[in-house]
């Protein structure tokens, strides 16, 4: 079993940065990939960024590219997810996600273990 809290949402204006967290504990987190998905109100759940055990493979959604960079610390079982020139579009609760393959998915169905999700709201 693996567990995982996220932190790091908060409140920021448009333009404005955050960096989410996301600690694991449990089960061995490093063979696994990760994951950062987000449901926004009136949204489907989406996957934002993903990256693989190795971190050789790394995923962005289009809507994030250039802005979002996903990065991981196997040492300290965490991931990150670094969100620059964060637009009101991107406000939703993110939830990190972990899948016991390597190999990383976009499909939310891939992924085994899911944090409970930290809100992010970017004001206008």
């Known amino acids: 079993q693996v567990q995982l809290v996220e932190s790091g949402g908060g409140l920021v204006q448009a333009g404005g940065s955050l960096r989410l967290s996301c600690a694991a504990s449990?089960?061995?987190?490093?063979?696994?990939?990760m994951a950062w998905f987000r449901h926004g109100p009136g949204k489907e759940r989406e996957c934002v960024s993903a990256?693989?055990?190795?971190?050789?493979?790394?995923y962005y959604a289009e809507s994030v590219k250039g802005r979002f960079t996903i990065s991981r610390d196997n040492s300290k079982n965490t991931v990150y997810l670094q969100m620059n020139s964060l637009h009101p579009e991107d406000a939703a609760v993110y939830y990190c996600?972990?899948?016991?393959?390597?190999?990383?998915?976009?499909?939310?169905?891939?992924?085994?273990?899911w944090g409970r999700g930290t809100q992010v709201t970017v004001s206008s």
């Open positions: 990256i693989s055990a190795s971190a050789g493979t790394i």
């Open positions: 449990g089960r061995t987190y490093s063979g696994y990939a």
């Open positions: 996600a972990a899948d016991r393959r390597p190999v990383l998915s976009r499909l939310g169905s891939a992924y085994d273990y």
